[in-house]
């Protein structure tokens, strides 16, 4: 799951790099991902 969140968060962010007027399409994906990554990295 940890993997997965990682190159899910990766692939938004490459994204976004390339087209920055995507940032802000996509960034509550990036926010949900961050937010679900945090609560994976608490529960260990």
Do not use: Q, R
């Amino acid at each position: 799951l940890d993997n997965y969140l990682y190159k899910n968060n990766a692939l938004v962010i490459g994204v976004d790099v390339v087209h920055p007027s995507a940032v802000e399409t996509h960034l509550p994906s990036i926010a949900s991902v961050g937010i679900i990554h945090v609560i994976v990295l608490s529960n260990y």
